[in-house]
């Protein structure tokens, strides 16, 4: 997914159309091969909408909720949605926040949430939203460990087109009265970093710690045969080097393209290797599932220097806020090129 700065609002990755446009075009939307229900009064056409990604398919979503309701406040992952920060499998509800009410509701796959404390709140072009920090904050709170923790890294990563700084979320959570989440928050600290370049990379992290190995140096730079590398993780006690895979980096504009991508690509891990001791590369899959990821480091002589912390490591693999069908999916791709 291409980086957008987080002051602008996604578009809808699918085309909406509205019921009560009808009598202007004179389309058939209850046309059902033809066009999708996305929800009441709005339609998608049928064979777009069913190639959408999980991801994709929630931001349209929360799109078709605003056009029917242009005074909502989007909260949580329907905000996120919107500016560009991670979501996990496709959320099984759209977020608003509503000052008005006295309790949080839910009405069909709408949850109204509402708060002591008001959220910090900004209107992006048609959408108004929780800000960036908020919505960080407010998905730390909620999200697997591992997810919430790549959500607030992207929140405060420039390379992810994060704006906001670790004392930004901070700021938030201090005057925050609600407690839910604070111990995931108290975890989740120490942890948070503007130099993760991927999703991929924060949850690698994450497993990496968890599973008690020697915290890596981020974003190592090599300097060898006349080119400057960069390394999404190293170990200098051990000369050993790590790379969370994000296969978009690959994909070019042309087949022509994409294979000089890939013969660039093991360029670069060719003169890697041979500056260190050992080199490893692994994809989402591996890291979400945990064992492969922590063999992987186990064979690349990575030391274990505290003790594991299995109910963290529970958390990987699964979203239980999102729909069943997707929770195992990658999230969109926002992987560094380098």
């Known amino acids: 997914m291409p980086v957008m700065p987080m002051g602008q609002v ?17 389309q058939r939307l209850r046309d059902g091969p033809r066009y999708a229900r996305v929800r009441a009064g709005v339609y998608a056409p049928h064979s ?3 190639a959408l990604a999980p991801w994709d398919r929630y931001l349209a979503r929360v799109h078709a909720y605003a056009l029917v309701n242009s005074d909502a406040v989007f909260s949580h992952e329907s905000s996120a949605a919107l500016m560009g920060l991670p979501i996990f499998g496709e959320p099984r509800d759209i977020h608003i926040h509503d000052p008005d009410r006295a309790r949080s509701r839910r009405f069909g796959d709408v949850c ?5 404390d008001p959220p910090v709140t900004e209107r992006r072009g048609f959408a108004h939203t929780t800000s960036a920090a908020q919505t960080a904050v407010d998905l730390m709170r909620v999200l697997p460990p591992a997810f919430a923790l790549a959500v607030a890294d992207a929140a405060i990563s420039p390379f992810q087109g994060g704006t906001n700084t670790i004392d930004d979320l901070r700021a938030i959570a201090a005057v925050e009265s609600d407690r839910r989440g604070r111990g995931q928050l108290a975890v989740l600290w120490p942890l948070v970093d503007a130099r993760a370049e991927s999703v991929g990379e924060s949850v690698s992290r994450a497993v ?25 993780f190293g170990w200098r006690t051990v000369r050993a080097l790590g790379e969370s895979d994000g296969y978009e980096k690959y994909r070019g504009e042309s087949a022509d393209d ?19 001791r050992a080199f490893g590369r692994w994809d989402w899959s591996a890291a979400v ?22 109910a963290l490591l529970a958390t990987l693999g699964t979203n239980p806020r999102s729909a069943p069908s997707a929770r195992n999916r990658k999230p969109a791709d926002t992987s560094s090129t380098a």
């Open 289 to 310: 599932a945990v064992k492969p990821l922590t063999d992987r480091l186990d064979s690349m002589g990575v030391p274990r220097m505290r003790p594991q912390r299995p």
């Open 112 to 116: 109204v949430h509402t708060s002591v």
């Open 258 to 276: 994409t294979v000089a991508r890939v013969i660039d690509e093991k360029r670069r891990e060719d003169r890697l290797r041979r500056e260190c």
């Open 10 to 26: 996604r578009p809808s990755p699918v085309d909406l159309l509205l019921v009560a446009d009808v009598p202007l075009t004179g």
């Open 208 to 232: 990496m710690l968890w599973a008690g190995f020697e915290e890596p140096e981020l974003q190592v730079e090599i300097v060898s045969e006349g080119c400057r590398d960069r390394v999404d």
């Open 48 to 50: 777009t909408w069913q």
